[in-house]
């Protein structure tokens, strides 16, 4: 593990070298590659699901864990929209002149070695990479052993790209220990690894939290809300609660809990059923709800669970204040909506929740690198420090002051 460590911070020193136009190139080229490939990646990633379904994976984890020509064309796709993104090193940031006539640049800086731990999505492998290659980072791919096959496949067709550019393969690597003792070596190598990015399951995040001497930017759970206000248009807001809840269940955007204001939620919550219905989804909820339509009871348990299913939470609040008392206990600071028309309230739900991200009339679906503009993101930090929500190639690099002076001295 060391020596791997080590040659991968040899290889970032490469990195500071290239120029942007260089980066794109083989960006262009890794993309490229990737649609080249379609055949054997399909192949290595059927080799998954056959061992996802004999280890009995959830339909969640297996649509996933699934690539197809559509999503490998996704993967090339994100990775040339991440080579059309501006260069993010060497900006500057600030500036300003002293009054000892000191010329201090603030400039962007990438942060060194990265160590991203993941689980069941392969399109994780060649978006992580492509963000930390743009941004002048080496990153070092702990993968979940449900995806080994379609992880080590999307990587060596990017290691490929690199050789060709006579560029070191370490720039882009899976570790060679992924067992759990190897990732316990991994978040405590701070001597060659700058960041660990965890984006996993609850105790994944833990885990890593809890037991890293390298600096964490967690991907935590996503236990999202959607709040339906008295003032909602109603149509709307059975459009956005299927999304946000049906669109991919599987995902850490999706919603987990659907909050009803009291006053309208005899009203609601039949249609709503309706459409879930229709959408085969569990539903769960609390009494008030269990006395409009037919619900299983929800208890605290249940509101503080990431299903990453098809499965729903329903509890009926007594207006805003209810709905910002509920998120403010069982939230995870990953993404809240609200849906209604009426601008005083949706100012008062935006300024009360502390999340990464807070939406008014739209889908919780949308917290995503590539939706906000970003090409992809190496996961959704829920951390205040040092990125926050879709966590781009901005988030990717940190800065240093380079200060111009002309004999002075203090």
Known sequence: MEI????????????STLSAKEKNKVLKEMALALRENIQNLKIENAKDMADGEKNKLTSALMDRLFLDEDRIEAMAVAIEDIA?????????????????????????????????????????TSDTAALCF?????????????????????????????????????????????????VAKLIKMD?????????????????????????????????????????????????IAINAKCHRPGVCNAMETLLVDRSIASDILPRLKKEFDLACTELKGCLETQAIIEARHASDEDYNTEYLANILNIKVVDGVAGAIEHIVKFGSAHSEAIITENISTAEEFLNAIDAACVYVNASTRFTDGGAFGFGAEVGISTNKLHARGPMGIEGLTTYKFKIYGHGQTR
Not at 108 to 114: A, D, N
Not at 196 to 205: C, E, N, S, T, V
């Open 4 to 15: 791997f460590l080590s040659e991968a911070k040899s290889a970032s020193r490469t990195l």
């Open 84 to 124: 059309a993104l501006k260069e993010p090193v060497g900006r500057v940031l600030d500036g300003w002149v002293t009054e000892d006539d000191l010329k201090i640049q603030k400039v962007s800086i990438p942060i060194g070695v990265i160590g991203i731990i993941y689980e069941s999505r392969p399109n994780v």
């Open 134 to 182: 743009k941004s002048s980072n080496v990153c070092v791919l702990k993968g979940g052993k449900e995806a080994q096959y379609s992880n080590k496949a999307i990587a060596k067709v990017l290691q490929e790209v690199l050789l060709k550019n006579d560029l070191p393969a370490a720039l882009i690597s899976l570790i060679p220990d992924s067992s759990r003792e190897g």
């Open 191 to 239: 001597k060659y690894v700058d960041l660990i990015i965890p984006r996993g399951g609850a105790g994944l995040i833990k885990y890593v939290s809890e037991n890293a001497t390298v600096s964490v930017v967690k991907h935590d759970k996503g236990q999202c809300h959607t709040y339906i206000d008295k003032d909602a248009k109603l149509e709307d807001a059975i459009a």
